[in-house]
């Protein structure tokens, strides 16, 4: 076997049907598109969600609420998990490395499911009352440290 010899599987090339090559080619003059209306011009293009002039779907359904663009989100970590990891100071490097995290850029906010028991130093930008009473009752610190 050689370069020369490669050639497609059969039936895996389609020859692309040519549209307005005369009456023989039983797609000639209109080229499929039929007599009249929009849709036989060219240059024609319908836009998104257009129903034939029926109200489309997406003005017929209520609209409600509002959504904050500027809303700040946190990554929250409960207490359970963080005493699986090791070492005094845990800070977003650490959780990063836990895989907790994506990105040591985001957000965290410490939630109060579960115990801790050893005194670790935690950095998050943000801790919950219940998280935050655990974490000092054990001995430890909760360090917030300021926003990305």
Partial sequence: MNLSNLHPSKGSKKQDKRRGR????GQGKTAGRGHKGQKS??????????EGGQMPLHRRL????????????????????LTKLTGQEIGPKELRAAGLIK???????????GEISASKTIQAHKFSRSA??????????????GNP
């Fill in 22 to 25: 005369g009456p023989g080619s």
């Fill in 41 to 50: 011009i060219a240059g024609y293009s319908r836009k998104k969600g257009f």
């Fill in 62 to 81: 209520p609209k409600r609420g509002f959504t904050n663009i500027f809303k700040t989100e946190y990554t929250e970590i409960n207490l359970v998990d």
């Fill in 103 to 113: 990105k040591e850029a985001e957000r965290i906010k410490i939630l109060g499911r």
């Fill in 132 to 145: 935050q009473e655990k974490i000092e009752k054990a001995g430890g610190q909760a360090v917030v440290i």
